[in-house]
């Protein structure tokens, strides 16, 4: 055996994750560009200085007050039972996985989409099968349901909007996958819920049809709030209680509780920079679908385009001249997240130059 003695699959893998470079404009991992306003700092800094005081002690194993405050946050008539949260929604699935995948068992989704989940079916020992979406990304919804039917999966793995591509998936495809599915799982994966497009409807409003439908979120995109490693699902109280089997001891910090809290207090602020980002995002669909590039139609905070024969070429370019985005998604085309208009011009500009 080699050194060290890594298991045989995991042997000259990567890991996962985008570059963090310290550049000026930074459009590349989907993060809000606002921060938080000082008042909703110190009343974070409160919580934190009130949860230090008992920091000899573990936490709430059930977060039970995070979890009302979740359920709160999402209405629709969502109950604490409902709610389950870990470290970032990459946790919340990576249990789902753990708890609802393993040998024997299928997970699946449609590519392009989210690089993470082959990851958190081979860290399960699930099997990972992946769909394909049509040209234009959206999901063939009739392949789709035969796929579904032919693999049985154990957990199928959706988002809505799709990362990398921003396709939001049609209301009426949910229903159709979670009875397709049968007893197995169809975790719609809201991380970009709060983005969505006007008219588009959230998976939440099916919770109360499908009792195998799972919705995740988070705190990281719209919430602005990436650096607290929060995020979490409604589903039916069946599935929270599974994961508790597997998730660790105490895997919520009391920091991270207080934290998150805190900034669910200040929701409305946090939140509030979404129209302005929406806004953003569909102009720069336009201003880029008038440089005669191929833009896929975006429900989310970023926008993928191209193609470009040597997209390297292009993201090194832009890098070059201090603005940062992401290398991913198929072959030629590169993803770009919304910022500030500020951000964006220079963006723009950058872009121009380089094309030129
Ligand atoms: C960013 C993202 C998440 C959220 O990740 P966190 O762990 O909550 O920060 C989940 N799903 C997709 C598709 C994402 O792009």
């Given at each position: 055996m080699s050194w060290p003695p890594l298991r045989e699959e995991l042997k000259g893998i990567e890991p996962y994750g985008a570059p963090q470079l310290d550049v000026p404009v930074q459009l590349n991992v989907n993060e809000n560009p606002y921060g938080p306003s000082p008042e909703c700092v110190a009343d974070i800094a409160r919580a934190v200085s009130e949860a230090a005081t008992t920091l000899n002690r573990y936490p709430d194993r059930e977060f039970t007050e995070l979890r009302a405050a979740l359920a709160a946050y999402l209405g629709h008539g969502v109950t604490p039972e409902q709610v389950w949260a870990a470290n970032g929604s990459n946790e919340v699935m990576l249990q789902l996985l753990q708890a609802f995948g393993?040998?024997?068992?299928v997970a699946l989704s449609?590519?392009?989409t989210y690089s993470m989940y082959p990851e958190y079916a081979r860290d399960s020992l699930t099997e990972w099968v992946a769909g394909r979406r049509e040209t234009d990304f959206s999901l063939?919804?009739?392949?789709?349901?035969d796929l579904v039917k032919e693999q049985q999966p154990s957990v199928v793995l959706l988002p809505s909007p799709n990362n990398p591509t921003g396709?939001?998936?049609?209301f009426d495809a949910i229903a159709t996958l979670c009875e397709a599915a049968g007893d197995g799982l169809v975790?719609?994966?809201e991380a970009y819920g709060e983005f969505r497009r006007e008219g588009v409807r959230s998976a939440i409003e099916l919770l109360p049809e499908h009792r195998n439908l799972v919705v995740t979120r988070t705190m990281s995109k719209a919430f602005a709030a990436?650096?607290?490693r929060l995020g979490y699902l409604a589903a039916d109280p069946a599935i929270c209680d599974a994961i508790r089997v597997v998730r660790l001891p105490y895997h919520l910090s009391a920091v991270t509780q207080a934290t998150a809290l805190a900034a669910l207090r200040h929701a409305p602020e946090l939140l509030g920079k979404v129209d302005e980002l929406r806004a953003e995002r569909d102009a720069t669909v336009d201003w880029l679908r008038a440089q005669g590039l191929a833009v896929a139609d975006s429900d989310a905070n970023f926008a993928l385009f191209?193609?470009?024969?040597d997209r390297h070429a292009v993201w090194q370019g832009l890098l070059d001249r201090g603005v940062l985005i992401r290398e991913t998604g198929p072959d030629g085309w590169l993803r770009v997240s919304i910022g500030t208009a500020d951000e964006m011009m220079a963006f723009k500009k950058a872009l121009t130059e380089v094309l030129r």
């Amino acid at each position: 055996m080699s050194w060290p003695p890594l298991r045989e699959e995991l042997k000259g893998i990567e890991p996962y994750g985008a570059p963090q470079l310290d550049v000026p404009v930074q459009l590349n991992v989907n993060e809000n560009p606002y921060g938080p306003s000082p008042e909703c700092v110190a009343d974070i800094a409160r919580a934190v200085s009130e949860a230090a005081t008992t920091l000899n002690r573990y936490p709430d194993r059930e977060f039970t007050e995070l979890r009302a405050a979740l359920a709160a946050y999402l209405g629709h008539g969502v109950t604490p039972e409902q709610v389950w949260a870990a470290n970032g929604s990459n946790e919340v699935m990576l249990q789902l996985l753990q708890a609802f995948g393993g040998p024997g068992r299928v997970a699946l989704s449609f590519a392009p989409t989210y690089s993470m989940y082959p990851e958190y079916a081979r860290d399960s020992l699930t099997e990972w099968v992946a769909g394909r979406r049509e040209t234009d990304f959206s999901l063939d919804l009739d392949h789709a349901h035969d796929l579904v039917k032919e693999q049985q999966p154990s957990v199928v793995l959706l988002p809505s909007p799709n990362n990398p591509t921003g396709t939001a998936l049609p209301f009426d495809a949910i229903a159709t996958l979670c009875e397709a599915a049968g007893d197995g799982l169809v975790v719609i994966d809201e991380a970009y819920g709060e983005f969505r497009r006007e008219g588009v409807r959230s998976a939440i409003e099916l919770l109360p049809e499908h009792r195998n439908l799972v919705v995740t979120r988070t705190m990281s995109k719209a919430f602005a709030a990436a650096g607290l490693r929060l995020g979490y699902l409604a589903a039916d109280p069946a599935i929270c209680d599974a994961i508790r089997v597997v998730r660790l001891p105490y895997h919520l910090s009391a920091v991270t509780q207080a934290t998150a809290l805190a900034a669910l207090r200040h929701a409305p602020e946090l939140l509030g920079k979404v129209d302005e980002l929406r806004a953003e995002r569909d102009a720069t669909v336009d201003w880029l679908r008038a440089q005669g590039l191929a833009v896929a139609d975006s429900d989310a905070n970023f926008a993928l385009f191209g193609t470009f024969e040597d997209r390297h070429a292009v993201w090194q370019g832009l890098l070059d001249r201090g603005v940062l985005i992401r290398e991913t998604g198929p072959d030629g085309w590169l993803r770009v997240s919304i910022g500030t208009a500020d951000e964006m011009m220079a963006f723009k500009k950058a872009l121009t130059e380089v094309l030129r």
